[in-house]
């Protein structure tokens, strides 16, 4: 150690022992410009999707009652009623027609045109009484050929090799019979029947729940809020810190991986 006085060298001295075991000053020169960084939520309209298939007998495009009241009783009614009484916006209806890939080619083309021409009618005529308004577009797309090879890649009937050749050299669904009765049965049942198909598919957005119901929802029924319905009223809406944990405590536990309610809970007790 050396020893100053006024500014003057006194004296120099080695110590028997130590004077102390270590001082660290290096904690002292470090700017504290730490920044939190928050993990933001993507709060905005949550879009939805409402799907409904008709099927179709063999060679027919006009529509069974049974699958008319799929689209006028089913759970697609429902849903449109549930949106027409919260307040959702209703953005689009696509119809797509199909055909199983059985028969000639282009027979199959105009049978799906045809099929889904006629949902569109029926469509059309049912959005017209729900008094909503929405584009409907709709198009025949053929032989649903992806369709197919994805249902008989997980069956296992008797002959199906021949079969599946046979499709795909054009044969008739007459010529489809000579594998035998209980093979082409199964065949026409499980693999063919499912792709005479019209799909409907509605897309739109839900209603927005006002600033109320959020903060009302996070803190007495957060299971029925989303993940960034959650994020959004815990940063924004929340004002004080206690709230806030307990709301971002129970959106960690139910959206456990994702790293956001856990870090801008440490933001929070960082800041306390």
């Keep these: ?86 307040g959702g916006t209703f953005k689009g209806i696509d119809i797509n027609g199909w055909a199983s890939p059985d028969g000639e080619e282009g027979k199959n083309n105009e049978l799906s045109t045809k099929r889904a021409d006629g949902v569109k009618k029926l469509i059309e005529d049912y959005i017209k009484g729900k008094k909503i308004t929405v584009t409907v577009a709709g198009k025949g797309n053929g032989e649903d050929v992806n369709g197919f090879n994805a249902i008989v890649k997980g069956k296992s009937i008797n002959g199906i090799d021949d079969l599946v050749n046979k499709i795909k050299s054009g044969a008739k669904n007459s010529e489809l019979k000579s594998a035998g009765n209980a093979s082409y049965n199964q065949f026409e049942k499980e693999v063919l029947s499912p792709l005479r198909k019209t799909e409907v598919t509605l897309t739109g957005t839900w209603r927005q729940k006002t600033n109320t119901e959020l903060i009302d929802m996070a803190k007495n029924s957060p299971a029925k809020l989303t993940l960034e319905e959650l994020l959004y009223t815990s940063e924004t809406l929340i004002t004080d810190d206690a709230t806030k944990i307990s709301v971002l405590q129970s959106t960690a536990s139910q959206y456990p991986s994702d790293f956001r309610a856990n870090n801008n809970i440490g933001i929070i007790y960082a800041k306390q």
């Excluded at 001082?23 to 939805?48: A, Q, R, S, W």
């Excluded at 298939?53 to 006009?62: E, H, K, T, V």
């Design 1 to 86: 150690g050396v020893g100053y006085m006024k500014g003057k060298e006194k004296g120099t001295v080695m110590t028997k022992t130590p004077i102390c075991l270590g001082t660290i000053i290096t904690p002292l020169l470090l700017k504290k410009d730490e920044k939190f960084v928050y993990g933001k939520h993507n709060y905005g309209p949550i879009p939805f999707t409402k799907k409904v298939s008709l099927f179709f007998a063999y060679n027919a495009f006009n529509i069974r009652p049974s699958e008319k009241d799929s689209v006028t009783k089913g759970s697609f009614n429902s849903f449109v009623d549930f949106q027409i009484k919260d």
